[in-house]
């Protein structure tokens, strides 16, 4: 019989994709292929619960995948992530097209329930674990191909013990728990070895690393240490080029951590640094366990460690009982804070939160007006950022095609600065210039700003360097063939 082929679709935050790429990789090992969806014979649906909206996603889609499973027999879906640890069972009972669901912290089993699913024997795995099983994951596979040459992620730690009001996560991700530090050092040791240079270490609360163990007092027993010690400590791996962290909650930035951004040479000039609300009275409704003044702070110390720290935020309007004075807060914090950018959400209700029962809840079109308000006075914020970084020199690490190259635009690549900024570089199709590939790093000169990215220009005369074992897709034709020649 012919090798079977899984495909991912994913939905929602850099946790889930992560948790893709270990689905994939898992899959790889158990001896299937990577394949598109149309030719696939397992299908996984990760999903996202974090907003209504994305909650639904997964229902139109289970309605679509009908058609799929119908077209070849023997097809499989599995519903993975968020909605599926909620859901659990349900999702078995109303949709007969679903035949495994895993949660979050199953995603080991899921070689097993393809195979179980194969005979027939639909399955849900949901039980939450508090131990450290579910970081004993294999290393990638030499099939494994990833997604994004030259980076990668690291699970540090999991869950959120927080509560704030209005979020679902501890309901999807459980309770904290943090890995052992010489586990996460051997992985980025590993990936640096495989020609990886960048990693963005991931938690639901990050930079929560390993305080339940510090505070009480068994680090030692767990292998967790703090948070800037486990910085410090991937920042000597040689090859780790830039090191990225997401997302911190303002709250767990000590000393330590702030001095961090200051002293060590690999830990990249951006943080993601969510505010939600910049009025008190709502912060304090949201259990944020900070005020303005206080987040403020933080991010002025931040930017005393490291004066070219760029700070990015999550932003939500529209929380039940928000007036319109709340809501200049919120735009007067955002200007004084100067983010480069932010994700800003109008308040979707989440079962079972706090915040779902609380009287006040907003009318959908005064939360829109608020929300187009906010995200034009992030527009201008953003432009005036780029504008400041014209001129600058910097080093991108390519990703493959620009999104405007990939709309049939000019010929260009598109790449990150170590601020996490998008920034796009021309590149000549005719001739033997070299097009830089994904995973590699260019040195590069700021020549101008759109309100989306950064236009640059390669620096000539420096080496570059290149990720080993980055992917030799053929971006000269990829270029090539959603520009066409004519364009160029
Ligand atoms: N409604 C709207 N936005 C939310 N977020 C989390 N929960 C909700 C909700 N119920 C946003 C927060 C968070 C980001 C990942 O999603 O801004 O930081």
Known sequence: MDRRRFAIRTYGCQMNVHDSEKVANLLHHAGLDAADEAEADVLVVNTCSIRDKAEQRLYTDLGLLRAWKAERPGRLVGVGGCVAQQQGDAILERFPQVDFVFGT?????????????????????????????????????????????GRAFVTVMEGCDLYCTFCIVPQTRGREISRPADDIVAEAQTLADEGVCEITLLGQTVNAYGRHDLRRDRADRAGTVAFAELLRRLDR?????????????????????????????????????????????????????????????????????????????????????????????????????GFADSYSFKYSPRPGTKAAQEPGQIDPGVAQDRLERLQALQRRLTLAYHRSRVGERTEILIEGPSARARRGGPAQVAGRDPHQRVVNLAVRVAGDAPIPQPGERVPVEIVDATPHSLLGTQIPLRAVK??????????RNAVLSVSGPGSL
């Open 237 to 337: 791996i040689p090859g780790l080029e830039r090191i990225r962290y997401t997302s911190p909650h303002p709250i767990f930035f000590d000393a330590a951590l702030v001095r961090a951004h200051g002293e060590l040479e690999h830990l990249c000039p951006h943080v993601h640094l969510p505010l939600q609300s910049g009025s008190d009275a709502i912060l304090e409704r949201m259990r944020r366990r900070y005020d303005r003044e206080s987040f403020l702070g933080i991010a002025q110390a931040l930017r005393r460690a490291r004066p070219d720290l760029t700070l990015t935020s999550d932003l939500i309007v529209g929380f039940p009982g928000e007036s319109e004075a709340d809501l200049q807060a919120t735009l007067d914090t955002v200007e004084q804070a």
């Open 105 to 149: 912290h199953n995603l080991r089993f899921v070689p097993a329930m393809v195979a179980e699913a194969a005979r027939g024997q639909r399955s849900a795995r949901t039980e939450e674990t508090r131990d450290l099983d579910r970081f004993d994951l294999p290393q990638r596979h030499p099939a494994y191909a990833s997604p994004s040459p």
């Open 466 to 475: 290149t990720a080993a074992g980055s992917a030799d897709e053929d971006l």
